[in-house]
């Protein structure tokens, strides 16, 4: 029975040793750009995962393509009509996401692990997938004869109590060791070397470092490597493993910082057009307030001169002041906000108020059968609503639903003055555009003292 080795007692040349701490600095730079935004794992698997998969297929003599691995990637489903290629290129697929999801699941190393990851490699292909050989094999132009299906079980043993020492040595050297010591058993009738890299690849990543793709243009480097490793000479295939793991941080670091270089760049990008976009909202707001000033303006200015001319009806005007842009912009962002009021109106009748109206801001509400524009994304319109005033009570806000006062919405679009207006309770709105004032304030001052106080003023 051959004899497995204690990975603490593997020994490496002073060479080796510099290269493996090479690994080390390089991975640590990796580990400090971590973790990964999703789409930059996502890129880096969709960059790095067909060439490894290829590489593995190809060492053992199986005809993949990057561009079939692609492809078989994008849709990860077999046809009954696709050719053995496609099988073995999704099975190495899900079998690289079985290894995946063992690392994140925390699975140990045992003989489970070991079965299920050729299973899956071998599924559909081969009756006795994930099972111990019951045969001998033959390893045509190998030096040596894997062990005796009678072994298996002991070795296979003896791997799984050795592998938690490995913990002790570089996550490099722990990867090359089990790949070695369970090539040299053997244990499956077909699969091994691709089982064996996986086992490899599961180790690394559990590590912290990254799975790793063994080109086949190293196939005579890989397979000597691999007949040093049976009989303790590490250095070679340790070497071979370094500078992978180098190759594809190498590669790692170049995705990572061009993505980082790119989200600078769009970072800017999003900066300077946030703040344009600021600066022209600004000037937006800037120029409604100013016209909702003047609005204001004139109903205030009519209630006093209501009021001086005559001892009979009356309006008082009680301003709110317009709200500033942050608030403007919560509006906008959010449809209204609390204590939105631009001003609000109590009109007199022989000395006693009778009615009151609330004039307060709201983000336009589209009306789909009226409307003949698409709403701007920042218009926010003056509302009204009104009450009557019964006698010996205060109302509040919420009491403010008649719907006998015609004037519901005053909108500033463009340079128009969009103008709402509800006829009959339950009617439908109706749209007017009006540039002047003085006719919204005069509309709704009429309809008040005709239709809440009786006021006959003719044509």
Sequence with gaps: MIKLQDPRGV???????????????????????????????????????????????????IVATRRQTIAVMDAMRVQETVGKSEVEIVNTLKADEFV????????????????????VLLHTLRKDAGQFRLGEVELPGAPFSPPPPGDIPDLIRTLVELYPLGESVHPVLHAA???????????????NGRTGRLLQDWTLIRRGYFPIGIPPSQRDDYYRALELADSRDWDEFVEL???????????????????????????????????????TRHKSYLVWRKRM?????????????????????????????????REW?????????????LFSLLFFAEGRPFYKTIAYLRRHSPQPSVDYFAPPRDAVALYFTGTDIPDGERPNFYSFTDPHIRLREVLFLGDNTIVYRQPAPDEQWKLEEKNNNNQIVEDLFIDVFVRKAGLDIGE
């Design 11 to 61: 020994k490496l040349s002073g060479t080796n040793e510099q290269a493996l701490a090479q690994v080390s600095d390089a991975m640590e730079k990796i580990n400090k750009r971590r973790p990964f935004e999703d789409n930059v794992s996502q890129h880096l698997r969709d960059a790095l995962l067909p060439d490894r998969i290829v590489a593995t297929l190809n060492m053992e003599g």
């Design 100 to 119: 995946q999801k063992a690392v994140d699941d925390g699975v140990t190393f045992d003989q489970r692990l070991i079965r299920e990851v050729n299973s």
């Design 177 to 191: 060791w089990l790949h070695a010591q369970f090539t040299q058993i053997h244990p499956f009738s077909d699969g």
């Design 241 to 279: 493993l370094a500078v992978l793991q180098l190759s594809m941080l190498a590669k790692i670091e170049a995705v990572v910082g061009a993505a980082e270089r790119r989200q600078t760049f769009i970072s800017r990008l999003a900066s300077a057009a946030a703040t344009k976009d600021r600066n």
């Design 293 to 325: 000033e003047l609005l204001s303006n004139t109903f205030e200015e009519a209630c006093h001169e209501l009021d001086q001319a005559s001892n009979v009806v009356g309006a008082s005007f009680r301003g709110f002041g317009v709200v500033e842009f």
């Design 329 to 341: 912009d919560e509006i906008c962002k959010h449809g209204s906000i609390d204590k939105s009021w």
